[in-house]
């Protein structure tokens, strides 16, 4: 199943996709798509409709953050082992994590704005795991069954607020409009293995990145299970995962980052696509 909110920001309706994929409006069944829709009775409700039966919503309206109310967005770093290498770091022998602010979360076609002061914006394709059932101290043999589904991430990036303004990377991850999501969640039957599937990233028009999460350091199971050592995670939490080689960082012979006028497209296999146009910052801008 797969499972997304659309309509104008902040007005967002509960849908899902039908067979031929067109929006399904799920707004009859249930008021949102909340972490309580994302595990036990809750996801089986909604995995029993039919969505022939549901009203179709025509046109082609925004996508927003397919779940609302996500309370943690933790990531993972340094997890594919060349792009590691092109960041002139050391493979982990432990999975990275820090943490993107909830604020940055955005829809998945909605624009990125480059901060204020920023130099260095950069982009990451991504595979997010969208927590269906609590985790804490979970053994990785059982890690997946607290898995509600996965999404598809652009983990964008400010590398010098991230590296070189002292502290931890979460300066450079969490800034507004840096955690596009969606453009659905799709739940775990679905996808199968999810070790499996192909990434990609084009810049305007040009690829930047093609990967596939098999070649993960850390795999799914692995990630849920360390991270549970460490926090609870609830429904609804969002754990993006790693992204492959080609980021802007590590463009040869020199790096170069977004700006302005730039168009992102990436996808991952059986995840849809997204597609984000970058403006800079302006004082008159909305947050």
């Given amino acids: 199943m797969k499972l997304l ?64 109310g996500v309370r943690k967005f933790i990531a993972i770093g340094l997890n594919f082992a060349d792009h590691a290498a092109e960041s002139n770091l050391p493979i982990p022998t432990e999975p990275v994590v820090f943490t993107k602010a909830v604020s940055c979360l955005t829809g998945p076609n909605d624009t990125v704005v480059i901060p204020r002061g920023s130099e260095k914006t950069d982009w990451e394709v991504e595979l997010g795991i969208v927590i269906g059932q609590r985790a804490s101290y979970v053994d990785q043999a059982d890690a997946l069954d607290h898995v509600a589904g996965y999404v598809l991430i652009n983990d964008v990036s400010e590398r010098a607020f991230q590296t070189e303004r002292g502290g931890t990377w979460d300066k450079g991850k969490g800034c507004d409009t840096f955690g596009p999501v969606g453009p659905w969640i799709v739940t ?44 609870t995670l609830e429904p609804g939490d969002l754990i993006t995962t790693g992204t492959p080689p080609g980021v802007g960082l590590g463009q040869k012979p020199e790096p170069f980052y977004l700006k302005a006028g730039d168009v992102m497209e990436l996808g991952i296999e059986k995840l849809g696509s997204q597609r984000q146009s970058v403006v800079a910052w302006s004082k008159d801008m909305v947050a």
């Fill in 5 to 68: 909110r659309y309509g104008p920001k902040g007005q967002e309706k509960p849908g899902t996709l039908d067979a031929e994929g067109r929006i399904r409006d799920l707004s009859g069944v249930v008021a949102d798509i909340t972490p309580d829709q994302l595990w036990g009775e809750g996801l089986a409700a909604l995995k029993a409709i039919d969505p022939e039966t549901l009203p179709l919503v025509e046109g082609a309206p925004r996508y927003g953050v397919p779940v609302n």
């Fill in 188 to 231: 775990t039957d679905e996808v199968g293995d999810v070790q499996t599937l192909d990434m990609w990233l084009d810049l305007n028009g040009q690829r930047m990145q093609t990967g596939n999460t098999r070649t993960m350091i850390f795999g799914v199971a692995e990630i849920v299970s360390y991270v549970s050592q460490f926090m």
